[in-house]
């Protein structure tokens, strides 16, 4: 098993900055790729970024097209944490965020995009921009 706990996350204006964080514990060999999704109200969830923890070495992970050059995913495999770096942020980025884990391990794989692949899910922190 393994619990996700997030941090961060709030209110900002359009064009501001915020970062998410989001600190495993439990089984944490077996993370596998983590990430974030967002639910926005009244929609579907939506990937944001995701990122191997399975990879040795650097990994940059990748974003959705919406966020990429804005959105920044990094993590720091010595204390099982991803943080979401939120730049620029504009009222359509409004969601609650949700960081997610796998819970399978596959080094050097992609991450997949779908919600059903991940097996762990934190409890959601809310992120809203205004205009």
């Known amino acids: 098993q393994v619990q996700l706990e997030e941090s961060g996350g709030g209110s900002a204006q359009a064009g501001g900055s915020l970062r998410l964080s989001c600190s495993a514990s439990?089984?944490?060999?077996?993370?596998?790729?983590m990430g974030w999704f967002r639910q926005a109200p009244g929609k579907g969830l939506e990937w944001v970024s995701l990122i191997n923890s399975g990879n040795s070495g650097f990994s940059s992970g990748h974003s959705t097209d919406s966020v990429k050059g804005r959105f920044t995913i990094s993590q720091d495999n010595a204390k099982n944490t991803v943080t979401l770096q939120m730049n620029s942020l504009k009222p359509e980025d409004t969601a609650m965020y949700y960081c997610?884990?796998?819970?399978?391990?596959?080094?050097?794989?992609?991450?997949?995009?779908?919600?059903?692949?991940?097996?762990?899910w934190g409890q959601g922190t809310q992120v809203t921009v205004s205009s």
């Open positions: 997610v884990a796998e819970g399978a391990i596959r080094p050097g794989a992609a991450c997949y995009t779908s919600e059903s692949n991940y097996r762990y």
């Open positions: 439990g089984d944490t060999y077996s993370r596998g790729c």
